[in-house]
C-alpha cells in the first residue's frame, strides 16, 4: 500500500482567489490522480499526472482552471483557479503503485467557496 | 466505453446479519474490478480487487465478493454485518488493454446502514 498526505485538508476560499492543494507520496510512482467529489457522491477523474510530462485532463476539465505539477516521483500539486462556488467540493488525489491495479487515496481536501 | 452502476443508493442491514452491496458493469475488454470503501469525512480505502482466476475474492475486513461474468456483475458481501461496517461504498472497473493506461471508472456508491 501507500500512504498519501494531502494539504490542506480543508479551506474556505473566496471567489476569485485560487488555491493549491499538494498531494505527497511515501513511495515513488508513476501517475497521480486528481479527482473531485460531491460529498456522498461518485468520483469524478479531473487529470492524471505522470512526472516529467504534462497532465492529461479529461472531458470538462481545462488546464487553465485546474494546473498541475508533478516535479517528481512523490510529489504533486492541483491549483483551483478562479474559484467560483461551484468549485466547492472535496479534491481527492490518488496514485497506482508499479504492479498493482487498485488506487491508493488520499485523505482529500475539502474546499468551500463563498 | 466503460460503465459501473450501483443500483442501490441505499442499504440496511441488522447487525449480524450477511450483507449485499451489489453492482454491475460494462466493459469491451477484460474487466479488472474493484471495491472501495470511505468513511465519513475519510478518502477512500481500498478494499479488494478481481483481475483474474477464482470468482471469489477475499478483502479486508471480512469483505468478499463474487465475480459473475455471465452476470457482468461483481457484488460485494459480508457473512455478518458490523455496525462499523457503515459507509459509503464505491465500486470500480478498469477496462485493461494491451498498450496503455486505462481509467477507473466508479459506480454512484452504495450507502451501507448497519442497525444495531
Known amino acids: 500500500s501507500a500512504v498519501i498526505s494531502q494539504k490542506p485538508s480543508r479551506d474556505i476560499c473566496q471567489r476569485g482567489t485560487s488555491l493549491t492543494i499538494q498531494c505527497q507520496v511515501d513511495s515513488q510512482v508513476t501517475m497521480m490522480f486528481w479527482y473531485r467529489q460531491q460529498p456522498g457522491q461518485s468520483l469524478t477523474l479531473i487529470a492524471t499526472a505522470n512526472q516529467g510530462s504534462e497532465a492529461t485532463y479529461e472531458s470538462g476539465f481545462v488546464i487553465d482552471k485546474f494546473p498541475i505539477s508533478r516535479p517528481n516521483l512523490t510529489f504533486s500539486t492541483l491549483t483551483v483557479s478562479n474559484m467560483s462556488p461551484e468549485d466547492s467540493s472535496i479534491y481527492l488525489c490518488?496514485?497506482?503503485?508499479?504492479?498493482?491495479?487498485?488506487?491508493?487515496f488520499g485523505p482529500g481536501t475539502r474546499l468551500t467557496v463563498t | 466505453a466503460q460503465s459501473v452502476a450501483q443500483p442501490e443508493d441505499q442499504v440496511n442491514v441488522a447487525e449480524g446479519n450477511p450483507l449485499t452491496v451489489k453492482c454491475t458493469y460494462s466493459?469491451?475488454?477484460?474487466?479488472?474490478l474493484f471495491w472501495y470503501v470511505q468513511y465519513p469525512n475519510r478518502g477512500l480505502q481500498f478494499l479488494l480487487k478481481y483481475i483474474t482466476g477464482d470468482n471469489l475474492v477475499k478483502g479486508s475486513y471480512g469483505f468478499e465478493a463474487e465475480f459473475n461474468k455471465s452476470q457482468t456483475s461483481f457484488h460485494l458481501k459480508k457473512p455478518s454485518a458490523l455496525v462499523s461496517d457503515s459507509a459509503l461504498y464505491f465500486c470500480a472497473v478498469r477496462d485493461i488493454r494491451a498498450g496503455g493506461y486505462q481509467k477507473v471508472t466508479f459506480g454512484t456508491g452504495t450507502k451501507l446502514q448497519v442497525i444495531p
Open positions: 466493459v469491451s475488454g477484460n474487466p479488472y
Open positions: 490518488s496514485v497506482d503503485l508499479p504492479g498493482g491495479y487498485e488506487q491508493y
